[in-house]
C-alpha cells in the first residue's frame, strides 16, 4: 500500500472543509469570507501537481485519469441530477420542460459552465476537469525538451489572459478561466514534486514561516481590495495566492506529527465532499427556512454558525466515506 505523506492529508481535509464552509450563504462584504473564498482552492492545484506521476504510457495516463477524474466528475454529476429535479420542482412547482432539464445537462458537459442556454449542475466539479486540461498539458510537453519552457510560457499567458477576461469578460464562468487563473500554483507543485523538495519537516520553522507568510497574504489582500488601478489589482491577487498557499502548507507540516484517522479519511474523500456537499447545504437551508423562518427569507450564515454547519455537513458525508473506503474505492477515484 502507498504510503500517505500526513502533512498532506492534513492540507487536503482542511482545505475541502473550508470549500464547504465557502460555500455557505454569506455576505460578500465579510473579509474573511471572501479571502477564503480568493484563495482556498489553490492547495488543490498545488497537492495535485506535486503528486502528479507518469505512469509510463498515454494509454496508462489515461486510465488513470478516467479512474481519478472523468469517471468521478461523470459519477457526481449523476447523483446530483435528481436533486436538480426536485430543488425544480420545490421552486416552481411543477416539472422542468425540456429545455430546462437539458440545460443542467449542457452545463455539466460544458465543464458547469452558465449562460442562456446551460447552467452548472454540480459546480464545485469543475476543477476536475481543470486539474485534467493541466495534466494533460504536463504530458504533452514531456515528449519535448522545452517542457519548462513551454510551461512557464504558458503559465505567463494564463495570468494574461485571466487579466484580460477579469476585464473584458469574453468567456465568464467556464472551467478555462479557472485553468488559466491557477495553472501557476499546479505547475510549482509540479516541479516541486519532480525535484523532490518541499518534503523536509520542522516543526518550530515551519510554524514561524505559515504566520509570517499567513500574515502577509492578508496585508497584501486588503491592498488588493483596495486598489483602484486595474493592473496593480490583478498583480497583487497572485501573491495573495502564493503566500496563502505555502503559509497554509507550513501550517499543515507544522501539524504533521498529529496523525489522525478521520483526517486520513477526510482527504481519500475529498470528492465525496465536494461532489455531494452542495445538496447537503441546499436540504439543510430548506429545513433552517422551513422550521424558523418564511420561504422568502434569504439564508445568511455568520462565520460561528458557519463553522458547526461545516462539521455537521462533513459528518454527515464521513459514513459514506469511512464504508467507501472498503467497499467502494471507484467513488474516492481509484
Same mark, same amino acid.
Given at each position: ?121 454540480? /459546480?464545485? !466539479? ?13 504530458? %504533452? @510537453?514531456? #515528449? =519535448? ?123 481519500? /474523500?475529498? !470528492? ?13 437551508? %430548506? @429545513?433552517? #427556512? =422551513? ?44
Amino acid at each position: 500500500m502507498k504510503e500517505r505523506i500526513n502533512w498532506i492529508d492534513w492540507a487536503k481535509a482542511l482545505a475541502v472543509c473550508t470549500v464547504v464552509f465557502c460555500h455557505l450563504p454569506q455576505s460578500q462584504e465579510w473579509f474573511y469570507y471572501r479571502y477564503l473564498q480568493s484563495v482556498i482552492i489553490v492547495v488543490f492545484f498545488f497537492i495535485s501537481g506535486y503528486l502528479k506521476k507518469d505512469y509510463g504510457s498515454t494509454k496508462a495516463n489515461w486510465q488513470k485519469y478516467w479512474r481519478g477524474l472523468i469517471l468521478p466528475y461523470i459519477l457526481y454529476n449523476v447523483i446530483v441530477y435528481p436533486y436538480w429535479l426536485i430543488k425544480y420542482y420545490m421552486q416552481h412547482g411543477v416539472m422542468p420542460d425540456l429545455f430546462s432539464a437539458v440545460k443542467p445537462i449542457i452545463g455539466a458537459i460544458l465543464f458547469q459552465h452558465e449562460n442562456s442556454f446551460c447552467e452548472p449542475l454540480n /459546480g464545485p !466539479l469543475w476543477y476536475l476537469p481543470a486539474i485534467l486540461i493541466m495534466h494533460i498539458t504536463i504530458d %504533452l @510537453c514531456r #515528449k =519535448t525538451k522545452y517542457q519548462h519552457h513551454i510551461m512557464i510560457a504558458l503559465c505567463v499567458a494564463s495570468v494574461v489572459l485571466y487579466a484580460s477576461n477579469k476585464y473584458y469578460l469574453f468567456l465568464p464562468n467556464l472551467t478555462p478561466m479557472g485553468l488559466f487563473r491557477r495553472l501557476p500554483y499546479y505547475y510549482i507543485g509540479y516541479v516541486m514534486g519532480q525535484k523532490c523538495r518541499f518534503r523536509e519537516v520542522n516543526t518550530k520553522r515551519d510554524a514561524i514561516r505559515c504566520i509570517l507568510l499567513i500574515t502577509l497574504s492578508l496585508l497584501i489582500f486588503q491592498w488588493h481590495l483596495l486598489e483602484k488601478n486595474f493592473i496593480i489589482h490583478i498583480s497583487l491577487f497572485y501573491p495573495v495566492n502564493f503566500c496563502f498557499m505555502f503559509g497554509m502548507l507550513y501550517a499543515c507540516k507544522a501539524i504533521n506529527s498529529i496523525k489522525s484517522m478521520v483526517v486520513q479519511n477526510i482527504s481519500i /474523500g475529498t !470528492l465525496v465532499v465536494i461532489g455531494l456537499h452542495v445538496p447537503i447545504i441546499s436540504l439543510m437551508n %430548506l @429545513c433552517i #427556512k =422551513t422550521i424558523f423562518y418564511s420561504s422568502q427569507h434569504h439564508i445568511f450564515y455568520h462565520w460561528y454558525t458557519a463553522l458547526p454547519t461545516t462539521f455537521i455537513i462533513c459528518s454527515l458525508l464521513y459514513p459514506t466515506i469511512f464504508w467507501g473506503v472498503k467497499s467502494m474505492p471507484f467513488i474516492f477515484g481509484k
